[in-house]
């Protein structure tokens, strides 16, 4: 009888631990997605609405206006197309030169290798702000000030993206490598055929963050541009804070606009990422 009774409390504490958790998910879930809510209520909002006390989430009257005053004011969609074709050609790059890279560290038995490897992970320590600097200084002896090329090739090699893929490179039975090699194929053979395709949940991980990094970068091309036609559009968005106030609804317009891209990135390519992070932390 004991022994029942003590079960049957366990299990009620169980459930409660359980409807405790839950709670804590929801109100956490909640507390993440508030801003994003406020954000898009703010952009479908009058100027005369924002000031409102108590503060509306759903306003009385949606309103187009502020993402059309974005478009009028300000160049909006050379801001786009900037951040695109930015974002685009680094993520591509870095996923090709990452991968390349990954491949020899993983793959290809050469004198030094892991201590190489732990040499080029190191260079993780420096922060970035250390040497843009130098790169500054390196992109205007090339001519490469407020252009695409600027902005674009000090993103196509990263030492996150070569660590992810190189992990995920050793999680593949190199058993495959042999059986290529005895048919006559060569390391670009095994690349192609073999680790690519088996690594394309790594790849879509690295192509989300390398994205979103590309498309959120500030400070780089703050430094590297000096000219409104090559800004990206962090930089456009700098614009929308005026000097002595802030209209608020035309700034999270142009924030919404932003974060459209984003999303759809994230949301396309969603059901590879979980399963990207658990290759990546596989071990040979």
């Keep these: 009888m004991e022994k029942v009774q003590s079960a049957s409390t366990t ?28 954000m ?28 059309e005053r974005v478009f009028e004011m300000f160049p909006m969609m050379q801001f786009l197309v900037n951040s695109i074709v930015v974002a685009v050609v680094t993520t591509v790059g870095q996923m090709l030169f990452c991968s390349m890279a990954a491949y020899a560290f993983a793959r290809i038995e050469f004198w030094g290798r892991d201590k190489l490897f ?10 970035a702000q250390v040497t843009m600097i130098p790169q500054f200084i ?16 000090p993103g196509l090699f990263g ?34 055929k073999v680790i690519l395709p088996l690594a394309k949940p790594t790849f879509a ?7 979103m990094q590309s498309w959120n970068s500030y400070l780089w091309p703050l430094i590297v541009t000096s000219s409104q036609e090559m800004a990206t ?18 700034m999270m317009a ?18 590879y990422f979980i399963q990207g992070m658990t290759m990546s932390g596989m071990k040979e």
């Design 11 to 38: 299990g009620k504490i169980s459930i409660v631990k359980k409807v405790l958790i839950y709670i804590v998910i929801v109100l956490g879930g909640i507390i993440m997605v508030l801003p994003f809510i406020w």
């Design 138 to 153: 390196l992109m205007k002896q090339l001519g490469w000030l407020d252009s695409y090329t600027g902005l674009i090739v």
């Design 233 to 250: 559009l962090p930089l456009g968005l700098s614009l929308l804070q005026g000097r002595y106030g802030t209209d608020f609804g035309l």
């Design 40 to 67: 898009v209520s703010t952009a479908f909002k009058s100027g005369a609405a924002n000031m409102v006390l108590p503060p509306q989430f759903i306003p009385d009257e949606l309103t187009w206006k502020n993402f």
């Design 159 to 192: 030492v996150f993206g070569t660590f992810l893929l190189r992990q995920a490179f050793m999680g593949i039975p190199k058993e495959l490598d042999e059986a290529v090699f005895m048919d006559g194929g060569n390391h670009f053979t095994v690349f192609r």
């Design 205 to 211: 991980t690295l192509g989300i963050l390398t994205f």
């Design 118 to 127: 732990l040499l080029y992970l190191a260079t993780m320590m420096v922060p």
């Design 254 to 271: 142009g924030v919404l606009i932003s974060v459209i891209p984003i999303l759809a990135v994230y949301l396309f390519a969603q059901k």
